[in-house]
């Protein structure tokens, strides 16, 4: 890309906009130095910005230790608004009012909060604060306040016995000189700190501060600063690239021209930086940094001496990895939901959006901030991770949208995906893939893997539009064509749908558009701008939690591929903003559990027949037909929906559930419509405490076996002229329920049973 675009683009940005953290750098999370002790705190995404912390030998109230720690300290951690780690401590400013506050890493509880400010400093109000190995500077002035700048203070803070420390005021951490100056950022190193003053130009102090050979009369601007040890680098403002001083080997292989950077964070001897375009980690220095994460972005990063933890932007979740080393972390941080940055006064400015707290499913949560007044601004990303292509741009209130290669739909993305790269590499593999598909066989394996992925090469161009299955049939030809729910006229495959779209559909996710929830969330109808009626699913924030972007992504493409006249078809979704919204067809008569027990209209026994035959269709595609076979593993009554033509469609199968907490016996799944169709013959629910046995197995089984089937038919509906049908639907049901799954019928041969049901004459 050519440098003056970046010019066109890049602007000032605020520093307490900027997410960065680690030694000396002041931000939503940050890590303590001291050996092998790595010790994290983060601010929590619950609006109260509460302060999470995990670490050896270390627990805050709201996060349980980690596993691997025998034994953990624990207390009361206020809420903060900033936080930066020194050596064995860290120091944030409290978020209600701006004082600062000061905490031991290392286990004493009688090393926290004022005890570790100078007397004078105490009532104090810092807008940043930085740590360094033994010594904290902050810059005064409220943080929630619209001025960005003030005067300095430092004090020293060492180590006494007990693992205790002591806090105390020091001359020699800057002449009177710098005391006078006003800066707009500080970060602190070993023995130094460095800041960017008003007038312009960077200005280290302290003891230590000669040696980072840094020129103070400097005349570039940077927005970013982040100190190692010994060592300083910054994100020039211009041209976000990177530029460093002091021990040469704490940044050697730095990023070159052509990297641009949001944030940084360091260790004592490595840096870590948040690419501006994908928000891809980098990392340099003297260290080993094979297993940071790939394809994942990040809001906010740390880093200790052998760790660094961030808060990723898919999901605010806490992700962590070692530095020098291959192992495995010795423990996990805590599941918990984080700020991906630092609250302000002020508006966002170019090139950063507002992060919109409605995102985390919360109804009550309003802002990630205590005080209501300010905001949350994060750098807005430009490109996508290799495997995504990017589905829709930055705006003031959401970030860009990345999208799976795999659910690429059309020549746009495809380019970006190298589907339709023409470098001679790219013409050698479609060569290639040329001489495979002249195997007939080996061609309709092709198609099938790549059906979410180049649609536009397998749809038959002679179906007219409608719902067909991603290698270009129609839905299952035994049903007729009326039996098949309205198609989208934009595309039979998985639209990618802008969350502000969504949200005006639902009327912004408002109750009174509420469908249903469960433990996946919560269930909206909503309406398109053009005018179709749809159901949008959106995960909570413990789903969002429990389910990492690749599992969701690969429900997605099986999703993608189911398309039945009697299941539930996915029309598209939106992974915006952290989200997991996907919408549905919308079925206007509801559920079939709404008929049966909901005071919803009574059905005919010819429809409750009907139902029960689709219900065993819709399975037996997911069973049998479905690519990957599909176990539902939650078949119920009220996962029964009916469309317009009140034909059965099955919903919610496995979706978003891990693989490992599947049950492969499908005899499961049989044996719970077994149930289902108890409760069609019987009107009784699955569990009824007004009931003596409450469990219907256990009421309607005995009857059944004993051939008196007709005492437990449902008395609300008139018995049809031959009930016949109805007691062999019966013997059917009980086949389904029996305790050896080895004696339940499979989902075909339950078609096969139902359907001449059907045909002798109950449907008639």
Wanted: glycine share 8%; with cysteine; net charge negative.
């Amino acid at each position: 890309m050519e440098t003056h675009l970046f010019l066109l683009v890049l602007s000032l940005l605020l520093f307490l906009s900027k997410p960065g953290s680690g030694f000396g750098s002041p931000g939503p999370i940050a890590a303590s130095l001291g050996g092998n002790s790595a010790f994290f705190c983060a601010i929590d995404a619950s609006g109260r910005q509460e302060v999470i912390c995990w670490g050896k030998n270390y627990s805050s109230p709201s996060s349980p230790s980690s596993s691997s720690s025998s034994t953990s300290q624990t207390y009361n951690i206020p809420s903060m608004a900033v936080l930066s780690g020194g050596d064995g401590f860290l120091c944030g400013v409290l978020s209600n009012t701006s004082q600062p506050f000061c905490f031991s890493s290392l286990g004493s509880s009688s090393s926290s909060g004022t005890d570790l400010v100078p007397l004078s400093y105490r009532t104090n109000a810092y807008s940043q604060i930085a740590a360094g190995n033994r010594h904290v500077c902050a810059v005064r002035g409220a943080y929630y306040s619209d001025h960005d700048s003030g005067t300095v203070d430092c004090w020293e803070i060492t180590k006494a016995a007990n693992n205790s420390f002591v806090a105390k005021e020091s001359s020699n951490l800057y002449d009177q000189n710098v005391s006078n100056l006003v800066f707009n950022k500080i970060v602190s190193g070993d023995g130094f700190s460095c800041g960017v003053v008003r007038e312009g130009g960077v200005l280290c102090f302290g003891p230590k501060s000669s040696t980072l050979g840094l020129n103070t009369t400097t005349s570039d601007s940077f927005e970013v600063l982040s100190a190692g040890k010994s060592s300083v680098c910054a994100i020039l403002n211009s041209t976000r690239e990177i530029k460093c001083w002091g021990d040469e080997d704490s940044f050697v292989n730095s990023p070159g021209d052509e990297s641009r950077f949001v944030a940084l964070a360091s260790g004592p001897n490595h840096y870590c930086g948040i690419r501006e375009d994908t928000h891809e980690v980098e990392c340099w220095g003297n260290a080993n940094f094979s297993l940071i994460p790939k394809a994942s972005g990040f809001k906010a990063i740390a880093s200790s001496d052998s760790i660094v933890c961030g808060i990723r932007e898919e999901d605010l979740v806490l992700d962590c990895w070692m530095v020098n080393g291959s192992s495995t972390l010795a423990y996990d941080p805590p599941l918990e939901l984080c700020s991906p940055g630092v609250c302000r006064a002020g508006p966002c400015g170019d090139k950063e959006f507002a992060f919109n707290a409605s995102i985390l499913g919360e109804p009550d949560l309003t802002s990630l901030c205590v005080r209501k007044e300010l905001s949350l601004c994060s750098p807005c990303g430009s490109d996508c991770s290799n495997g995504f292509f990017l589905s829709s741009s930055c705006t003031e209130n959401s970030d860009r949208v990345c999208t799976s290669c795999s659910l690429c739909q059309n020549s746009s993305c495809s380019d970006i995906c190298k589907l339709h790269n023409h470098d001679s590499s790219s013409d050698k593999h479609w060569n290639q893939l040329a001489l495979i598909v002249g195997s007939s066989a080996s061609a309709l394996l092709i198609i099938i893997i790549c059906c979410c992925v180049v649609p536009r090469f397998v749809t038959s161009p002679n179906k007219e539009d409608g719902f067909k299955s991603c290698i270009g049939k129609t839905d299952l030809e035994t049903e007729p064509l009326e039996m098949i729910a309205p198609a989208p006229s934009v595309t039979p495959f998985a639209q990618v749908f802008r969350l502000s779209e969504l949200k005006d559909a639902t009327n912004g996710f408002k109750e009174f558009n509420e469908l249903g929830r469960g433990s996946y969330g919560f269930v909206y109808k909503a309406v398109l701008s053009d005018g179709r009626q749809v159901a949008v699913k959106r995960a909570n924030a413990s789903t969002i939690i429990h389910t990492n972007a690749r599992e969701f992504e690969a429900e997605l493409e099986i999703l993608c591929n189911i398309r039945h006249s009697n299941i539930v078809n996915l029309i598209g979704y939106s992974t915006e903003m952290g989200e997991r919204l996907l919408v549905y067809e919308y079925m206007p008569h509801g559920t079939l559990h709404d008929h049966l027990h909901g005071g919803f209209s009574p059905l005919s026994w010819g429809l409750r027949v009907r139902i029960a035959l689709q219900t065993a269709k819709g399975l037996e595609y997911l069973h049998v037909e479905a690519e990957p076979r599909i176990v539902h593993g939650d078949v119920k009554s009220s996962n029964v929906l009916l469309d317009s033509e009140w034909a059965a469609r099955v919903a919610d199968f496995g979706l978003l559930t891990s693989s490992n907490e599947r049950s492969l016996d499908v005899k499961g799944d049989v044996y719970d419509f077994g149930v289902v169709l108890l409760e069609i013959l019987t009107g009784r629910k699955r569990y009824d405490r007004d009931c003596d046995p409450p469990e219907i197995v256990e009421w309607a089984v005995p009857v059944i076996r004993e051939g008196k089937a007709a005492v437990v038919l449902d008395k609300y509906i008139a018995s049809p002229r031959n009930v016949e049908p109805l007691l062999k639907l019966a013997d059917v049901a009980e086949l389904c329920v029996r305790e050896d799954p080895s004696q339940r019928p499979n989902t075909s041969e339950l078609v096969n049973l139902l359907d001449q049901l059907a045909r002798d004459g109950l449907l008639l």
